[in-house]
């Protein structure tokens, strides 16, 4: 079963704009959240986290907002920018041991 | 700096062959992690190293054993390979420290015929 669902496989935004990519999932025992990105022929790599206790973190362009009781949490990019095409994943943990990944969002933003 | 080193890059197998996925890391990570990714389904783990000297199955254990072979190296072994372990193979490693990221490396595409 998977507990971490990225319902929208792609996404495509203009160059400038707003991109949000959005992950639900159905463990409440998970207590902290990461998204990773990763580009074609690399390996993910860590993107932006947030913890169970707080309901958003910023850093730069990146921001992360996690509503617990939706069970949603939700990444914004502002401005995007070419280079921000990748595919996104998002993650929740309970331990290190036990990371879940979402099925991915491939972003697209045009020049 | 390396960071986290997988080799091969590429492999074609036949159905009943053996292989070992090689994977080094060079921070001094304690926790080593080998995962699976598949077309829609994620990346799912396989099995993980918590610390040098032991080893745990994951999600999809089944198939594959694997070696922490000292602090560096974390391989895993397919001893008889079937078209359904075809994917891309990911070892990733971290400090081990709760609410750690992990480190990824470059991954290896598997073919199994």
């Known amino acids: 079963d998977q507990q971490v669902k990225q319902n929208s496989p792609s996404l495509s935004v203009q160059e400038g704009r707003i991109s949000i990519l959005n992950c639900d999932y159905t463990?409440?025992?998970?207590?902290?959240f990461l998204w990773y990105k990763k580009y074609p022929a690399e390996g993910p790599t860590f993107l932006i986290s947030?913890?169970?206790?707080?309901d958003k973190n910023e850093d730069g362009r990146f921001t992360v907002f996690l509503n617990k009781s939706a069970k949603h949490l939700s990444l914004h990019i502002v401005p995007s920018q070419p280079g921000d095409s990748a595919v996104y994943f998002c993650?929740?943990?309970?331990?290190?041991?036990?990371?879940?990944f979402g099925a991915g969002t491939r972003l697209t933003v045009k020049p | 700096n390396a960071g986290v080193t997988q080799t091969p890059k590429f492999q074609v197998l036949k159905t009943g062959q053996s292989m070992t996925l090689q994977c080094a890391q060079d921070?001094?990570?304690?926790?080593m992690y080998w995962y699976r990714q598949d077309p829609g389904m994620g990346l799912r783990l396989i099995y993980y190293?918590?610390?040098?000297?032991?080893?745990d199955k994951g999600e999809v254990p089944n198939g594959y054993n694997v070696s922490r072979l000292n602090k560096r190296e974390f391989s895993l072994r397919l001893e008889s390979a079937a078209p359904s372990q075809t994917s891309v193979y990911f070892c990733?490693?971290?400090?081990?420290?709760?609410?750690?990221?992990?480190?990824f490396g470059s991954g290896t595409q598997l073919s199994v015929l």
């Open positions: 990733a490693s971290s400090e081990g420290r709760l609410n750690e990221k992990l480190f």
């Open positions: 463990n409440s025992m998970f207590d902290y």
């Open positions: 947030i913890s169970s206790i707080k």
């Open positions: 190293s918590a610390s040098e000297g032991t080893t």
């Open positions: 993650a929740a943990a309970v331990d290190n041991n036990d990371m879940r």
């Open positions: 921070m001094n990570h304690n926790s």
